[in-house]
């Protein structure tokens, strides 16, 4: 595959990626604000559901295209924006699969079984001060990623 179509898989994985991210802790967010259990747990299902369709694959093809772009492990270490282009993401990617996808899935069981009810159990509210933190961090991380990766520091 040519590098113009590596660069356009690599760029619509960056939509794919960061768009949801950010789309994701909106919507979460709003729902959190309803403090409806219904709302919330509508928002928790999506969250799991879009993350699979849009989050995954963006990462996915922003890892495959970059690994392909970069010419291989020699190059990624002698080129510091690249190295910490990876390492970056990596941390993020990480945030994502052993912090937020397990509170994720904590919080849709929690908001599941609240539907009936007037109000979530204190948990829930435990799970999203851990959710918005980590995500926090999991989203400035590919932002910054995205300035290294236009500017290209020495």
Same mark, same amino acid.
Request: proline share 6%.
């Given at each position: 595959?040519?590098?113009?179509?590596?660069?356009?898989?690599? $760029?619509?994985?960056?939509?794919?990626?960061? !768009?949801?991210?950010?789309?994701?802790? $909106?919507?979460?967010?709003?729902?959190?604000?309803?403090?409806?259990?219904?709302?919330?747990?509508?928002?928790?299902?999506? $969250?799991?559901?879009?993350?699979? $369709?849009?989050?995954?694959? !963006?990462?996915?093809?922003?890892?495959?295209?970059?690994?392909?772009?970069?010419?291989?492990?020699?190059?990624?270490?002698?080129?510091?924006?690249?190295?910490?282009?990876?390492?970056?993401?990596?941390?993020?990617?990480?945030? %994502?699969?052993?912090?937020?996808?397990?509170?994720?899935?904590?919080?849709?069981?929690?908001?599941?079984?609240?539907?009936?009810?007037?109000?979530?159990?204190?948990?829930? %509210?435990?799970?999203?001060?851990?959710?918005?933190?980590?995500?926090?961090?999991?989203?400035?991380?590919?932002?910054?990623?995205?300035?290294?990766?236009?500017?290209?520091?020495?």
């Amino acid at each position: 595959m040519d590098y113009l179509s590596l660069k356009t898989l690599h $760029v619509l994985g960056v939509v794919l990626f960061v !768009g949801n991210i950010v789309v994701t802790a $909106v919507w979460k967010a709003v729902a959190d604000r309803s403090r409806q259990p219904p709302v919330i747990a509508f928002g928790t299902r999506l $969250v799991l559901l879009t993350d699979a $369709v849009f989050t995954l694959p !963006g990462a996915v093809l922003i890892l495959l295209t970059g690994l392909a772009m970069a010419g291989g492990h020699a190059a990624i270490a002698a080129t510091p924006w690249l190295a910490w282009g990876f390492g970056l993401f990596a941390v993020s990617g990480l945030l %994502w699969l052993l912090v937020l996808v397990p509170v994720q899935l904590g919080q849709a069981r929690l908001a599941r079984r609240s539907v009936g009810a007037v109000e979530l159990p204190p948990r829930y %509210w435990q799970l999203a001060r851990v959710w918005m933190v980590a995500g926090s961090i999991a989203t400035i991380l590919p932002l910054v990623n995205i300035f290294l990766m236009v500017s290209k520091p020495a």
